[in-house]
């Protein structure tokens, strides 16, 4: 958190000048065959991009949450599917089927539902609190979901420990639990988010 780890709360030399007394930076990135990609390199990229109207940057990686402060900007849409110091989980075999299913981020698997209004391959008949889930994520009711429905349907559905972050419009802070979509108040964060669909 604050892009900053203390040595002494570690134990290390992170470093390497000899001692573990510093507090030394230390910025997210996304490890490629290429090396590191880090959270102020990609928020660099993004702002080249000039001609959008609402840009939506979906993030599966562990710590993604970390991004989110280094990517929001004013018609920007950012979320996570982990918290800033939590693993982002694959989706798993299911007790409810007798079938293994593919793997990939469970986080992804409950927001392409969302969309959707299916699961992809017919798994899961029950949500993280063990309730019937509905694969309708139109909360609002406007026969449409919104990005926003999108990240509360799959939030809620999410069996992992990740703990998804959501920013938007380039306000600070993070929506970091379930809310009701319905009526989304403008200026706050998730405003955008309920007024665009893919």
Known sequence: P???I??????????????????????????????RY?????????????????????LEQCFSGGFIDDLRAPGRIVYSAAA???LSRSHRFSTTMPVTVPVYNEFFY????????????????????GAPWTPNADTDGNGKVSVLEAYMFARRLHQGDGIPWYGDDGL????????????????KIGWLGSRTFF
């Open 172 to 187: 600070p802070g993070y929506i970091k639990q379930n809310y009701d979509t319905r009526n989304w108040p403008q200026g």
């Open 110 to 129: 409950w927001f392409a539902a969302a969309l959707l209004g299916e699961t992809l391959d017919g798994d899961y008949a029950l949500d993280r609190n």
């Open 38 to 58: 880090y959270d102020d390199d990609f928020a660099q990229d993004l702002a080249a991009i000039q001609n959008y109207r609402v840009m939506i940057i979906h």
């Open 2 to 4: 604050g892009d900053a």
């Open 84 to 86: 800033e110091t939590r």
């Open 6 to 35: 203390s040595e002494a709360a570690y134990n290390l030399d992170l470093n390497g000048d000899g001692d573990k007394l510093d507090t030394v930076r230390a910025d997210e990135s996304i490890i490629l065959h290429s090396g």
